[in-house]
């Protein structure tokens, strides 16, 4: 494997199986200077952990991270900030089963043809828990943004299979097991998942996240365009199947004239471009919008086939979220911080602006 | 600027402005031995090219383009692939207009952001001309995939404003000015564009594209996920807002049961995936569907500002597509044909599999 | 800071200071099948501990090696391999002399140019103990090149100050604490440092590494040659000031008649081009020298300035190598496996030839 | 191939076979605002150019570059920069037999064990006349280091096989044929090549290269230290062996009191660190020498073997340096600014500190 890195210069390298030692993460190229503790990453690492609420699995998880290196006195030195959450849950069970059969809808059958091997314990590398490092790093990216900058990336979930919010109240946000921002379809949603977990089924949800005070000028055109490396960071995301920036599908049936987004001296009059025009930041909020799939681990029998070729029912037992979807909203709103991260530093350069007041040697 | 570079053993860097003396483009890592001409580059950029419906802007841009590296008798050496189309139709005209003001929903007022200077001249480095490049590079990459790996990348427009495509008839494909694969959609689709070229607005557009034959086991877990890289790739076109792997924006109301392919000996039973499981390819056909905005160049007059922040209004005269979406068919597919192609040289090796047949020499 | 990672498909990403909690590193991209255990690292680890000579510092670092993910049931998945050595012996001591002063040849005053702060207990992020985890990330990659492709990486200390080892006996090199070939050395070199030691003194030395067993068409030409790759990590270990391919600087005497290295069916005649021919590999052992400069840690006083700009006098007391060379050739080692390990995975592929045996599902 | 490109946020990216039908380049990254027109190119590029003596090879070459794209009225505007040199010099001859042979330390073999196929026509790809392309890039570099910064980047021949430069005269170094900077040793160098041409073999050459005025504070530690991609960048240069900084391979005997630079508020006593500590510059010069191997193309005969492995007699006839290290003067620099470059936007940003002033417009 490769492609454990993501970013250019600031760069987040993850390590680590769902059911191993434990998952680590390299942050390399965060300017010197910023304060940073431990409790600034566990914040939004609660946020993501299970079992928060009986809508997400009753896997324990403390997910504690420390900080190994890359931080002195209190802030960052600029060196590279290691990463480390010990794996503490890893039930030891009869992996038998899984081990001979490839899960509909899961990577086993992939990850087999392109390694030849793989560690079937908790789905290894393509479990979501592999998140929790990006949660990690996106925290001190996105405390950064706030800091220096101003820049706030939040999220939120815009829809729960058939159920979607209507309004946006950020002050709800955090009010409820979902990170619904409409309090009026809280009670919808919970009646819907408890009825999805008596069933046995799961569900798909929607993921808005949302970048306020970006300023203009961030973003390299072509390929490199901060709505491309948007799409690629939040498709990147387990289980996202689709990525919009702005009005996105619906600019289809948009004409022109609806779509474009005029401009006052006093601002632009709508944001259909999500902030983004020809690649680079517009000064407007950036908008991303993110589709999940339902969770692939049910107890419903599916059909499959052994690592043989035969065919097989699955069955999966074990505790499993019905809907993913729930506790991606700080996963998503990481993947975002750590682009408009990225995207800051290769505009203003590495050191990220910091203050140098060493004296220059004059030459003899 | 930087980001002009798109791949990691197989690159595609581009350079150009609209109206500027040429474009061009370095495809390196392109495997020995492949039969290359001009005219297997032609082919796709005519598909690209306007003015050959009335449906699109009546500009004459021939396209023609040059070899100019890594072929030697006919076939790849393994070194760098140059490429250049001189720019023929670049109409003296008075810019002043266009100089002076910021036109909505274009680059133009971030590009001043970014670089505090720009080539105004027909869009310059934002204009979608730069896409030529890519479709010229995605064209080499759909050869190699073809001929070696027995690889199909098509693309079609399935949806122009409010028409959708109801059938997908390859042959149609082909036959018309949209690139419609619903033979008894196009009259409503050329009724559509009349009106609307007379209205003088603009639409939006969606375009599937599929590639068959991919083997399993391409793409790389985690951030360089497969489907990660098409959405990247796709989402840097010119005018794309949304991009959906398998079932996209649809798998949020889907339940597991429904969305997960369950698999038997003789294959999968559905395709919700989109051909890509964990970030790796299925075996089964890798399905991608994006939204291409509205133009924003109109004749209809617009609210903007000038460069000194005054109100204007811009109208936008000249030729130009009512609807970018049509001719983004061919630029779709050469993105996702040179993502496979990089996917394929990271799983298997820069050498493409190339059959080498010199000596080696012992060691004295 | 960035640029802690090195490789391209092969990549190995360091974390880390001197006194800090723990060093770490990610190898990406190393094949799936690999026999891999702790102990194939510490054995390597351990020859560049300190401590195991009276030539070497009496710091007592145990370099003790956990391999954290990538590896399940005894062998490699391909997914990313995280390491850690958590530092055991930090002193605490007085830091308030060291943390006001730029010590003479030392990254104190640039690191405060660069960044503004520094972690100066023990030199933070730029001491020679970041090299433990490039040892450890090298054995890995020797290991696969051993025995997979039949290539030995050795290497061994060829001068030390003035004393020039004479002959290339392999089952010398471990035999004594310098890894120097030439036994008859082996006493000089000891009566050197001895003198050196208490002189307060410290000296540069010469390290020489050489890859066997190589196989030809490894390397990248133009900017990412084999040699070139070569140099840069192999300048990138503290204190190198120079490197060598082959001839090296003998070759500016050399004529073209004596330089070229002649073939015949049996072998080429001589190995001036180090082999390496236009970038890539010729299949001769790939022969590599590098120039270590003396120690800069030195309790003789020496002139430099305070933070604030003032004359200080520097002495550095401590447990400090007088010759940072001698324990250098490990590190030498493991940067020119590293550099293979890429190419090769460059040249074959990210999955490293492993063999799959998974059924391919056929397409309803 | 790949590894075609060179520099992380200061790329270039070149193509071109010796005797195709072009050289090109895509410099990506430079900032805006710099005035620059072919004539800031051409001025390197003639210093690089065959025939200007009696001492290089008389094939004519009028290396003549146009600039395609990334300058808008005179000045860059950040996008890519498009170069050209059409070649006008392809001499059509009989290659038949270079093609069926391996000429010694040539890259035939090698290119063919690599990629199964080469263009043979003048070395093809692995001719220095790749490098025509980075003496135009460095040119570019050069000019911002010089506008902007005030960094100067100058390269001198010091060593002509046995003769040596013993005096640093830079205003001597353009008014001889060998970039020599001391104009006693003109005329020895001088008979030493004309015995050398009548005898009909080569020689190798030391060429050293020097930046003022960089400013402290500029690498990256650890692997993308300024020294190790200097060292990268300068054995990149085709018949370079060896690499040294600062004091170099003489650092081997030097003690640490005679090699650490001591400092003083007024400035470094010496520069045996060549200016640069710890990976990062530290406002000393930075000083680099490297060495050239003798030319491989002699037309005295040598033993080697066919493509089928037969041994065969090569004599090189056609017009080839005697010297190749006369003309990597201006390569040398090249590549020195190039790195340069990179590093300075590393740490200072994309934009290079460009002003920018348009008007940010408030949010509605």
Redesign the interface.
């Known amino acids: ?6 970013g ?4 987040v ?5 769902s059911h ?5 993460c ?1 942050i ?2 965060c300017p ?2 910023l304060e940073l503790t431990e409790a600034d990453l566990q914040k939004d690492l609660d946020r993501r952990k299970p079992g928060t609420s009986r809508h997400t699995t009753q896997r324990r998880e403390a997910d504690e991270v ?1 900080i ?3 931080v ?1 006195e209190g ?1 960052t ?6 990463l ?1 959450i010990e794996n503490t849950d890893q039930r030891s069970k009869d992996y038998s089963k899984i081990a001979g059969q ?1 899960r ?4 086993d ?11 079937y314990r908790g789905g ?3 479990s979501a828990r ?1 998140t929790a490092m990006r949660v990690a790093a996106g925290a001190v990216a996105k405390k950064f943004l706030a800091e220096r900058l101003g820049i706030q990336v939040r999220g939120y979930l815009s ?1 729960l ?2 159920v979607k919010a209507e309004k946006l109240d950020w002050d709800q946000v955090m009010e409820n097991p979902f990170f619904c921002p409409d309090a009026d379809k809280v009670p919808e949603m919970e009646a819907y998942m408890d009825a ?1 977990r008596k069933e046995g ?6 993921i808005n996240v949302i970048a306020d005070g970006v ?11 901060l ?10 995301i387990n289980a996202v ?29 709508s944001n ?3 902030g ?9 909020p950036i908008v991303a919008s993110i ?6 681990s ?1 107890r ?1 029998p ?4 052994d ?5 097989v029912e699955v069955i999966t037992t074990g505790r499993h979220d019905p809907c993913v979807g729930i506790r991606a909203t700080p996963i998503a709103e990481a993947m975002m911080a750590i682009v408009l991260m990225d995207h800051y ?7 990220g602006d ?11």
Chains 1, 2, 3, 4 share one sequence.
């Open positions: 494997m490769s492609g454990n890195t993501f250019k210069l600031f760069t390298t993850t390590f680590g199986e191993g030692l434990a998952l680590g390299i390399d190229g010197p200077g420390r190994l290196s890359g002195f802030k030195t600029g060196t590279p900030i290691g480390l490839f509909p809808a899961h990577a059958y992939t990850y087999m043809h392109k390694y030849g091997i793989r560690d290894g590398r393509s592999e829809q299979g058939p999805l089924d799961s569900i798909g949800a929607r300023p203009p000028g961030l973003g390299e055109p072509i390929f490199d365009r709505d491309a490396d948007l799409a690629h960071a939040l498709m990147s199947k689709g990525v919009e920036i702005g009005a996105g599908f619906d600019s289809i049936e948009q004409k022109g004239t609806e779509h474009r987004d005029e401009m006052t001296p006093e601002g632009f009059l259909n471009a999500g983004v025009l020809g690649g680079i930041s517009s000064g407007q589709a999940l799939k339902p969770t692939s049910l419903l599916g059909r499959a086939i690592v043989d070729g035969n065919p530093l290769r505009h203003r350069g590495q050191n910091v203050e140098v007041n060493t004296p220059v040697l004059g030459q003899l």
